[in-house]
């Protein structure tokens, strides 16, 4: 089912079963030569459908089609091989494209999330059970490479790459300064939060999304498309609101952590979160996986700040609060 939003401008909402996503925001582009598709859904047959169904509905030749990919999660780039054909460009960022290098770095979450504190049975079940890891493009992409600033034009479009790392470090949103318009992708969104997580310590992701909400908030929209759920809401007033949850869920972390010394998984299962589950012992694996990078995210900020400090001396890595 495809919904006209304005001239030109449709979206294709994509089922995204058994997440809690629920479903994709894929938006479509009809130019007079060339389209454009924002998004595509997981790698899956469900995704697939739903998205043939939406392009036959609009009439859209894929011969004459291209893709802008926001950022790498595979409930955004899954389809794109599938869907893309010889003549298709793939826009995407420069810096996510080094994901798709080798791997997807696999081993490097899996050895880092052990260090803090995951459960080492536990670490191949958690892999397995990644949308990531299940449901990205079946082969590797080839790319056009974008940067901050860069311009893609399709139809009465003319969208601004905007770099806006920290729900990953290559997001990118667009900009139509003309109509008004600002494509989020996961960078705001207004009926859920976004997930910020961090698998390094040499980012600082939650900072980066911070500074990130900041460099978008003073732009004239009329009119926000995310890449989940509802788009009816103001981008200053939600940005507000982001910004206030996010220092709560950091104060959270420190109350967790209070005088002990806990690694992030510990710091996680103390943590309260929006599952239907009793106990930390009852969400599923990879809401564990989840919520852990979400604590170092969170951790690597407070971190920042100066409140507290990381213990790194040992094999498991530790956090304490800094005392005045």
Not at 67 to 84: E, I, K, Q, S
Not at 248 to 259: C, D, F, S, Y
């Amino acid at each position: 089912m495809a919904d006209e939003i304005r001239k030109g401008l449709y979206r294709i909402s994509v089922p995204l079963p058994n997440s809690p996503l629920k479903d994709l925001n894929s938006y479509v582009i009809k130019g007079k030569d060339r389209n454009l598709i924002i998004d595509t859904g997981f790698n899956r047959s469900v995704c697939y459908e739903a998205m043939r169904k939406g392009l036959a509905e609009l009439g859209i030749d894929l011969q004459q089609t291209d893709f802008m990919l926001t950022h790498m999660h595979a409930d955004h780039t899954g389809l794109v091989t599938r869907l893309a054909t010889q003549t298709s460009r793939i826009f995407f960022s420069r810096i996510d494209a080094r994901v798709f290098d080798g791997d997807h770095g696999w081993q490097s979450l899996v050895d880092f999330a052990e260090r803090n504190g995951f459960p080492a049975e536990e670490l191949q079940k958690a892999l397995a059970s990644h949308p990531g890891f299940k449901y990205s493009p079946q082969k590797m992409p080839v790319f056009t490479l974008l940067d901050d600033g860069d311009v893609i034009e399709c139809g009465n479009y003319r969208l601004r790459c905007i770099a806006t790392p920290g729900h990953t470090q290559g997001h990118i949103c667009l900009y139509e300064e003309d109509q008004k318009i600002f494509f989020s992708g996961d960078h705001v969104l207004f009926d859920i939060t976004p997930h910020i997580e961090s698998w390094a310590y040499e980012t600082n992701s939650l900072a980066d999304y911070m500074a990130s909400l900041d460099k978008v908030s003073h732009l004239a929209v009329d009119l926000v498309l995310p890449g989940h759920r509802n788009f009816q809401g103001d981008l200053k007033s939600r940005i507000d609101a982001l910004k206030i949850h996010h220092r709560e869920r950091a104060e959270e972390v420190l109350e967790v952590l209070g005088n002990k010394t806990l690694n992030a998984y510990e710091i996680a299962a103390g943590m309260t979160w929006d599952i239907d589950c009793e106990t930390w012992e009852d969400f599923p694996i990879a809401q564990k996986w989840f919520a852990t990078g979400e604590a170092i995210a969170h951790l690597r900020y407070l971190e920042g700040e100066g409140r507290i400090s990381r213990n790194a001396g040992q094999k498991i890595v530790t956090f304490s609060a800094v005392r005045p």
